[in-house]
C-alpha cells in the first residue's frame, strides 16, 4: 500500500464497502484524507482494499487513488495543501448493479476559488470530477472572502402593544383590582341585597 504511517495521516477515518472488482468478495475503500502528498500537506489519497477467499486483502493488489495519477479526473488534477481527498467517502451499486465509489475533496480548489470543494465520482476504469460548477449541480462556487458572503439581516423588534386594561364589563376574579377574598365578599353581598326576599320587601315599601 502506497505511503507510510505519518502522525495525523487519519488513516482509516473514513471508510466505505462495496463490491468493486465483482468477484463475489467485499471489498474495502479507506482514506487517509490528512495524509502528505509530495510537498502538498494534508492533500489525502484514497485505497480499495480486495477482498478474497482468505479475507481482506487476500484478493487482487490494492487500488490507489491519488490526484496527479492513475487517469481520468483525479490524474489531470493536482494535490493541493489541504485538499484532504478522502474526507468524505460512499460507495454502493448502480440500479443496474454497476458498483462506484464517491470520493470527497472539500479543500479542493476551483481556478482561484480556494476550498471550493468537489468530488470524484469513480466507477470502472475510470473517473470524472463533480463541483458547483458542474452542469446538473445545483449552486455556483464562490469565493470565501467576506466581501463575497450575503450581508447578513439583522432583525429589528416591532414596537411591543400598549398593555390592555379590561374594562369593568370584563373583569374577571382575576382582573379585578381587589383580592379574591374581597372580590367574593362584594358577590356576596350583592346576592343578599338583590335575592327574592329583598325584592319582595321592596315592593311591599312602594305599594304603601
Not at 105 to 118: H, I, M, R, Y
Request: glycine share 14%; hydrophobic share 30%; charged share 20%.
Amino acid at each position: 500500500m502506497p505511503g507510510g504511517a505519518e502522525a495525523g495521516d487519519h488513516f482509516g477515518n473514513h471508510l466505505a464497502t462495496v463490491d468493486y472488482n465483482e468477484d463475489g468478495y467485499t471489498d474495502l475503500v479507506v482514506s487517509a484524507s490528512e495524509e502528505n502528498v509530495g510537498s502538498a500537506v494534508d492533500a489525502g489519497f484514497v485505497d480499495i482494499l480486495f477482498g478474497g477467499e482468505n479475507g481482506l486483502g487476500s484478493g487482487p493488489a490494492a487500488r490507489h487513488f491519488e490526484q496527479g495519477a492513475g487517469n481520468g479526473s483525479i490524474a489531470a488534477s493536482t494535490p493541493e495543501t489541504g485538499d484532504r481527498m478522502g474526507a468524505s467517502l460512499a460507495a454502493g451499486t448502480t440500479a443496474e448493479g454497476r458498483p462506484w465509489v464517491l470520493i470527497g475533496t472539500p479543500g479542493e480548489a476551483l481556478g482561484s476559488l480556494a476550498k471550493a470543494g468537489g468530488a470524484f465520482y469513480v466507477h470502472g476504469d475510470t473517473n470524472v470530477s463533480v463541483n458547483q460548477d458542474t452542469g446538473a449541480v445545483p449552486g455556483a462556487a464562490r469565493p470565501t472572502t467576506p466581501s463575497a458572503r450575503p450581508s447578513r439581516v439583522t432583525p429589528t423588534s416591532s414596537p411591543s402593544a400598549p398593555p390592555v386594561t379590561p374594562s369593568a364589563a370584563t373583569r374577571t376574579p382575576a382582573t379585578w383590582p381587589c383580592s379574591a377574598t374581597s372580590w367574593r365578599r362584594r358577590t356576596a353581598h350583592r346576592r343578599r341585597r338583590h335575592g327574592p326576599g329583598q325584592r319582595e320587601d321592596q315592593r311591599r315599601r312602594r305599594g304603601r
